[in-house]
């Protein structure tokens, strides 16, 4: 979809500004791409573009996890644990360092969230020690992961 005004008629449910899963249909929208550059744009134009395939991939792994788990364990799901588990399949922050989670800017905002919901999912999923299928069927995992996190990479002193 490359249109602004498409994309966001088609994705009502959504508040994504590269791609979106429905989730009651399943079906996965992209925002406007430059497949000569293998890059998917931000429609609003306020973050820097992503790479094509870690978009796909990344909208992949939640509708595999829509099938997998069914539409209403995906729909009681946090935030945390759908994009958490996709980014650490997807792993397009592998770069970034975990300190950047306390760095707000609106250019890498997708990719920050991201990050820090893949390091939470992370680090929930070694305390628990259990692994990935039943973590994201559990009710582990919350937002005192995220400030765990924050207060471990983000603290001064």
Do not use: W
Request: proline residues 5%.
């Amino acid at each position: 979809v490359g249109d602004k005004t498409l994309y966001s008629l088609l994705t009502p449910l959504c508040a994504a500004p590269f791609s979106c899963l429905n989730p009651l249909t399943g079906k996965i929208f992209i925002s406007g791409t430059d497949q000569e550059k293998n890059l998917v744009l931000d429609p609003q134009g306020n973050e820097h573009p992503r790479t094509l395939e870690n978009v796909i991939v990344h909208e992949l792994v939640k509708a595999q996890l829509r099938q997998k788990l069914g539409l209403l364990i995906y729909l009681s799901m946090t935030g945390m644990k759908k994009e958490g588990y996709a980014e650490h399949i997807t792993m397009e922050t592998s770069g970034m360092q975990p300190s950047d989670i306390c760095e707000a800017t609106a250019e890498g905002g997708t990719l920050l969230r991201y990050l820090e919901q893949r390091l939470a999912i992370e680090q929930i999923q070694f305390e628990a020690d259990i692994p990935y299928p039943a973590l994201l069927r559990s009710g582990k995992g919350d937002d005192a992961a995220a400030r765990r996190l924050r207060d471990k990479y983000c603290s001064k002193g």
